[in-house]
């Protein structure tokens, strides 16, 4: 019993940890959230300067994954969190556990077209429940 308690001790401390390196994330004045809820999408559009930081925020209670539609995202200026490169050499997002958050740092001055897909689980696995689409414009 007392090693169960450790082990939960330690991944109590380990989330708040984390939680607290997101929040001093999201508090950087070069990072720009996106919030993906139940139903919509915040802000759909963001306009943002070379080097920024969009954090994308899965306040929905289903998992989400971030893709790019057009002009896709190849370099950043900071190690991506919750992204990896996909298939075709590309950035896209591993699965946002909902309640968790995803990274990527643009340097390329374009207009990236994206979507978020939210996933429902049944007894089948997965199935798409819900998509949104928002705009990445890196000016200046």
């Known amino acids: 019993m ?3 308690l450790e082990f939960l001790c330690l991944g109590c401390a380990v989330l708040a940890v984390s939680l607290f390196f997101a929040a001093v994330s999201l508090a950087d004045p ?3 959230s996106v919030r993906i809820d139940e139903q ?3 802000p759909q559009t963001i306009q943002v300067s070379p080097g920024t930081t969009i954090i ?3 306040g929905a209670d289903k998992g989400a994954k971030v893709q790019f539609l057009s002009h896709a995202v190849s370099t950043t200026c900071k190690a ?3 992204f990896v490169v996909g298939s075709k050499g590309i950035f896209e997002s591993e699965e946002i556990s ?3 958050v995803a990274s990527l740092c ?3 001055r374009q207009t990236y077209e994206y979507k978020v ?3 429902s689980k049944s007894e089948s696995g997965k199935e798409l429940a819900q998509t949104f689409h928002g705009t990445v414009v890196v000016t200046k």
């Open 56 to 58: 994308w925020v899965n």
């Open 2 to 4: 007392r090693k169960y």
């Open 30 to 32: 070069g990072n720009v």
């Open 40 to 42: 919509s999408l915040s």
């Open 106 to 108: 643009f340097l390329e």
């Open 80 to 82: 991506p969190r919750g």
């Open 98 to 100: 909902g309640g968790d």
């Open 117 to 119: 897909d939210l996933f």
